[in-house]
């Protein structure tokens, strides 16, 4: 009940195209849901982050999708570039921010 | 920089030898966190620190030991590790009431 599921492992996108990224939990109690971009040899960044009283959020090209009855959340980025090749983790927790579960992590590749 | 300063970035080490990990953060946070991250795996939670107090130990093997002297700092002590250990090992701090993590850039650990 404490993980979080996160597809697709890999996902090859061109230029200009959306990127999408899906994430599904179980545990009904978890109430904030970032999503982090980790690029090679750096730690994760916080990218956005939703809390489950609203159905989307939107900072520039992300946007997050939130399904509370269907307990998925997912990143879509417009507009997709070649930097954002990057690996990006969804993540939840039920602890005032502390001690998140993540996904395992979806590699995103743009090509130019 | 983060403000979550992790060193070494890189560190090699035989299975008899014994090193520590340190991290540092200059964002006034409260609570610190010592994560592992392995290819192909979800990042797994090892220690978490609260307001300098270990809250959580994740049964992870004694060979690695963490230590937080201050709000600031916190250190993994390692000794006798195995092949199996080497991974990017990072540190994140949060405040206590949520606004998620920062993330250290990480030490890659090569056990031989």
């Known amino acids: 009940q404490q993980q979080v599921k996160q597809s697709p492992q890999s996902l090859i996108v061109q230029k200009g195209g959306i990127s999408i990224i899906n994430c599904a939990y179980e545990n009904t109690a978890f109430d904030y849901f970032p999503w982090y971009q980790q690029f090679p040899g750096k730690g994760p960044a916080l990218l956005i982050a939703?809390?489950?009283?609203?159905s989307e959020k939107k900072e520039g090209r992300f946007t997050i999708s939130f399904n509370k009855s269907a307990k998925q959340f997912s990143l879509h980025i417009m507009d997709s570039q070649p930097g954002d090749s990057a690996t990006y983790f969804c993540a939840a927790t039920d602890n005032y921010g502390q001690n998140f579960v993540f996904g395992p992590g979806t590699r995103l590749s743009v090509l130019p | 920089e983060t403000g979550v300063t992790q060193t070494p970035r890189h560190l090699v080490m035989g299975m008899t030898n014994k090193k520590s990990l340190k991290c540092e953060q200059h964002l006034g946070h409260n609570a610190m966190y010592w994560y592992k991250q392995s290819a192909k795996k979800p990042l797994e939670l090892m220690f978490v620190?609260?307001?300098?107090?270990?809250?959580e130990n994740n049964s992870v093997p004694s060979r690695f030991s963490p230590e937080c002297p201050n709000s600031s700092h916190l250190f993994l002590h390692l000794h006798t590790l195995q092949p199996e250990d080497s991974a990017l090992y990072l540190c994140a701090s949060s405040q206590e009431q949520g606004g998620g993590y920062t993330f250290g850039s990480g030490t890659r650990l090569t056990v031989v």
């Open positions: 939703i809390r489950p009283d609203v």
């Open positions: 620190y609260s307001l300098e107090e270990r809250v």
